[in-house]
């Protein structure tokens, strides 16, 4: 009796789910549409300052550098650099003065302090960024990190939409170089498959993710929020921004698909870098503050994990695996949709299904080691899984004065 009520309810579970997926890849065409209409905006171009934190990054800040130097920056009239030293001990100080002396605009170097005891269990990245856009003064702020590497038209196409007022942040798409490896080459198809869920939830007007190494948002905008320093603590600080702009009901928040967007970040090596990497992103939508972003987040991960354990019972239980092809059909859809907007090439879609595969295994694991509170670590450092606003945090960071070098 029991188990003939159970079929049906897993029928519905698998459809459902599909359902969802569904409303998704209907926010994505209507993302794209909106991306056409924001590139026939007309008005002032804002000034813009590109920030970007380096902690220890000797070996990969030589490579952005270089791609930013290729910038095309010709209705870019007003524009600065902000490289931000997160305290680093190799020689990316170094790199950064000599780039200063020869960069073709002007750029200033921003060394952040040892925090003091309120700051320490804040995110280090956000304290970064914080004391970075204390130092800009531009109209509109954009971010990358320096393990990545931009288009020459990425300044452009990142700026250009804001001469829409109503547009408060733009969050672009992050692809790394598909190199010949397994782990490399999946990367690029699973960077690819997540920006489009955020796409698709941003077109549906709930914009609940992004990257932060390809964002930019109206400083207007980010001082309403209170700057990186008032925003609510989460190891995803670019997904708590993108909440609370939204949250603001005066600005609009919207992805760019544009190729000429992108921006590449150096993918990681190791399975056990990538576990750790996605650990963390996990983490930041499993609990993040914003409700919306973590309820959506949670419906779709915790499906995804049940219906791979369904996969494992279903020697018992047949009809479990309606619960599993609910997830494979889903996520297939998705993976579609994204490879023909974003136009990907012969090896996108060759590797198709194997990547989604292994994206539900991968990502159950991952979402079993982040339930089991595993630790999350970053730049050597330990992060926090979740904590509240804190009052005395934010003040304290904002009595602080950055050390500014030009």
């Known amino acids: 009796m029991i188990f003939s009520l159970l079929i049906p309810l897993l029928v519905i579970l698998g459809a459902a789910i599909v359902s969802v997926h569904l409303f998704c890849i209907v926010g994505i065409f209507r993302a794209i549409a909106a991306e056409r209409h924001t590139q026939r905006s007309v008005g002032r171009v804002p000034s813009v300052s590109l920030v970007i934190p380096a902690r220890n990054e000797e070996i990969l800040l030589p490579r952005l550098l270089s791609s930013l130097e290729k910038l095309d920056t010709s209705d870019v009239p007003d524009f600065e650099l902000i490289l931000v030293n997160d305290r680093s001990t190799d020689s990316t100080p170094e790199i950064m003065q000599t780039f200063a002396a020869v960069a073709p605009w002007p750029v200033r170097i921003v060394d952040t302090p040892e925090p003091t005891p309120p700051l320490v269990r804040t995110n280090p990245k956000q304290n970064a960024l914080h004391y970075g856009t204390l ?3 531009s109209q509109l702020l954009l971010f990358t990190d320096a393990d990545c590497v931009v288009e ?21 798409t992050v692809m790394p170089k598909a190199a010949g490896l397994f782990l490399p080459q999946y990367q690029g198809f699973d960077h690819v498959f997540r920006y489009y869920y955020t796409a698709g939830s941003a077109g549906l007007g709930n914009p609940t993710g992004g990257f932060g190494n390809n964002i930019a948002v109206r400083a207007s905008a980010l001082a309403e929020v209170g700057g990186f320093s008032g925003l609510r603590y989460s190891v995803t600080e670019d997904a708590e921004l993108i909440a609370e702009v939204r949250d603001l009901h005066r600005y609009e ?22 576990v750790t990497q996605s650990i963390r992103w996990n983490t930041g939508g499993l609990y993040a503050p914003d409700r919306a972003a973590r309820y959506s987040y949670r419906v779709v991960m915790l499906f995804l994990l049940g219906s ?5 019972l279903s020697p018992i239980f047949p009809p479990l695996l309606f619960t599993t ?3 494979l059909l889903s996520m297939t859809l998705v993976a579609i949709i994204a490879g023909i907007a974003s136009r990907r090439g012969f090896r996108y879609w060759v590797m198709l299904l194997p990547n989604v595969l292994f994206s539900m295994a991968f990502y159950s694991f991952v979402t079993f080691q982040t339930l089991a509170r595993r ?3 970053w730049k050597g450092r330990i992060l926090n899984i979740r904590a509240g606003r804190s009052p005395s945090t934010v003040a304290g960071v904002q009595k602080e004065s950055p050390v500014s070098r030009s």
């Open 325 to 327: 092809a609910g997830s």
């Open 308 to 312: 791979v354990l369904a996969l494992l």
């Open 135 to 137: 130092s800009a003064h």
């Open 253 to 274: 928040v919207r992805p760019l698909i544009a190729a000429e967007a992108i921006v590449s970040p150096e993918p990681q090596r190791h399975l056990s870098e990538l």
């Open 375 to 377: 630790p999350i670590r």
């Open 152 to 172: 020459t038209q990425w300044l452009r196409r990142m700026v250009l939409p804001f001469r829409d007022e109503k547009l408060g942040l733009l969050f672009g």
